[in-house]
């Protein structure tokens, strides 16, 4: 997915690609890496708060960095020993327990200013505070921090649980109500944030009671210096702590531009990155190989139609540029919007599972690259290759159209429009009554321009569903604006998404499921609330730190029982493919999390 690409076709191309932002100047620097991407920018580079497609939380890697725990390449969770000079634990008498944490000195933002305590402080605050829940409309979940839940609700004006003690030292109470918990250190994990250019003129306090923000901390000020078009945080963070900083953003190509931050000390290994200047865009599908043949980019990552993958390797197969393989963390799914009457039965969404042909998918539009998941998983992930025996001999879906109608029937779409049964032979569209409303089985399916996977998924479930008495309508609509639907920062116009999705390293369901309106939306887009599926979710990681048995055992209770209530319906694992420019050595995307990481420990020799 990483490839190196042509001056003349950026000429053409990228100028009207990249709006403003000059990238056919960049490819011909030697010291520039162009980086297609297969998920176009929305410009959520902040949080999940705003949105978290692959693609934003790539460029989060980039810009965000310094975290208090890291996960390694040995596949260990441990404290950044690059950012925390000491960490003191103590167990207090109530069960809790307190982490104090001591910062090195001299650690910067890009623009050259300190990195301290407050800083981090501040960023357990701010996404914490009832400010942010305003703006965004999503309530972040860190009920294990002490007193979180009042300082949230706004009853509390501090954080009892977390205290300021110096400009480098500060500490994390854990209630002990949340322990054990398998992935313990994360609890206190997180990066710095500017807290004087988030809200300027503010300072970071503690009276002796926990801290708080001072100045004029309102939402109006959040809305302002976060989701200003042009100069706000969230698309166009200029002060950041990662490898790179951002030099500019075009929120209408959908194009980033970075350079080395030269403040940055290193990730956990002490490792920074050499290769000056990157430029990250959308890449299509159908354009992959002539981009790449051309020069227009140099990297194209999470390479996933088949036939392109195909002609990538036969031409990495005559040296004209590399081809990497690794088993994705994520998977493709078809997205439901739980909360609606009709998609709210855990009936109906078997049904629709048992409309599709996942065999096609994974030979059509994968050829081959990728195989069948049954529930919330990735081939990537650890617990998935330890289970995989196990993971295959839970309930499964197939296309059976018999069962789908069983399926329908149970559910009670068993009317025609005047309200009387339902006849196969006559009838086309069939009904179910929901009090005094008679429901057409009708459902909107999203699918995102010039998707050759979701058309393929429409294709099957139209004629399924043609076919069982039900209509299906597609409706096409642009990446941003589906996942704006997605995530509930406006209202759902579909029952039915086509999408992908990658999980994070430490993987912990608990707030995905949680059951409460305040957390619908970017926490619980599904909009299914199950309570035992919230319990098996939350139930994961309540194991001792180490336990990896238990937690695998947690685990798969979890996915057999999610696979029964199918908050989405499992389509696919695949395996991605980065294509790159022979002119990258030592860039190993297999061996790191992501790209971003991988661009670290790389280097581009021209």
């Not at 001591?102 to 890009?110: N, P, R």
């Not at 605050?125 to 300082?151: C, D």
């Not at 706000?232 to 959908?254: F, K």
Request: net charge negative.
């Amino acid at each position: 997915m990483k490839r190196k690409i042509a001056l003349f076709a950026a000429l053409a191309l990228l100028f009207s690609l990249a709006g403003t932002i000059s990238t056919a100047k960049a490819q011909t620097e030697p010291d520039t890496l162009v980086v297609g991407h297969t998920t176009m920018l929305s410009g959520n580079f902040l949080s999940e708060h705003f949105g978290n497609n692959t693609a934003d939380i790539d460029v989060r890697s980039l810009l965000h960095e310094y975290p208090l725990v890291t996960w390694s390449n040995a596949g260990e969770y441990k404290v950044n020993r690059t950012v925390i000079s000491r960490l003191e634990t103590d167990t207090n008498a109530d069960g809790s327990k307190t982490y104090t944490i001591t910062l090195h000195s001299g650690l910067k933002y890009s623009d050259g200013s300190a990195v301290t305590a407050k800083d981090y402080v501040f960023s357990f605050l701010v996404m914490a505070s009832p400010q942010m829940a305003e703006l965004s409309g999503v309530a972040q979940n860190r009920q294990y921090i002490q007193g979180y839940r009042n300082f949230q609700t706004g009853s509390a004006s501090s954080l009892s649980g977390i205290r300021l003690v110096d400009d480098r030292t500060f500490s994390i109470q854990i209630s002990g109500d949340y322990l054990p918990h398998y992935f313990e250190l994360s609890y206190i994990n997180n990066t710095p944030l500017p807290y004087h250019v988030i809200i300027p003129g503010s300072d970071i306090a503690d009276d002796g009671s926990g801290a708080y923000i001072s100045g004029a901390f309102t939402a109006d000020t959040l809305r302002e210096t976060l989701l200003n078009e042009a100069t706000g945080y969230v698309s166009h963070p200029a002060v950041t702590s990662g490898p790179y900083r951002l030099v500019r953003y075009d929120a209408q190509a959908h194009v980033a531009e970075f350079e080395l931050n030269p403040y940055y000390k290193g990730n956990y290994e002490g490792q920074r990155p050499s290769i000056r200047r990157l430029v990250l865009r959308e890449i299509k599908n159908e354009n992959i190989i002539a981009e790449l043949q051309s020069g227009a980019v140099d990297l194209v990552n999470k390479a996933t139609n088949g036939q392109v993958i195909n002609d990538g390797l036969a031409l990495a197969a005559r040296g004209e540029y590399r081809a990497v393989s690794y088993p994705r963390t994520g998977a493709g799914f078809l997205a439901i919007a739980g909360e609606k009457v009709t998609t709210g039965s855990a009936l109906l969404r078997q049904a629709v599972a048992h409309s599709l042909d996942y065999d096609r998918l994974i030979s059509e539009f994968l050829k081959g690259h990728g195989e069948r998941v049954y529930g919330y998983y990735g081939l990537g992930q650890w617990m998935a290759m330890d289970r995989k025996t196990e993971l295959a001999s839970m309930k499964t879906y197939r296309l059976n159209l018999t069962e789908a109608a069983r399926l329908l029937d149970e559910d009670g779409w068993m009317l025609d429009e005047n309200g009387e049964t339902f006849d196969t032979g006559t009838d086309l569209l069939r009904h179910k009554k929901a009090g005094d409303e008679l429901l057409p089985l009708r459902l909107t399916l999203a699918v995102t321009e010039q998707n050759e996977a979701a058309d393929l998924v429409a294709e099957m479930l139209t004629a399924s569903f043609t076919a069982l008495g039900g209509e299906i309508i597609v409706q096409t609509m642009p990446l941003d604006k589906a996942f704006r639907q997605y995530y509930r920062q406006d209202e759902r116009e579909f029952d039915l998404f086509f999408m992908g999705t990658n999980f994070a390293y430490l993987f912990d369901p608990a707030n995905t499921f949680l059951i409460g309106e305040e957390y619908q939306g970017t926490t619980n887009t599904s909009g299914v609330q199950d309570e035992q599926l919230a319990k098996l979710a939350a139930d994961m990681t309540k194991v001792q730190p180490g336990s990896r048995y238990a937690y695998l055992n947690n685990w798969m209770a979890f996915q057999r029982y999610w696979a029964e209530v199918l908050p989405m319906i499992p389509l696919y694992g695949n395996t991605y493919y980065d294509l790159f420019t022979s002119d990258l050595s030592g860039y190993l995307p297999q061996t790191y999390w992501n790209w971003g990481t991988a661009i670290l420990y790389a280097r581009l020799n021209r």
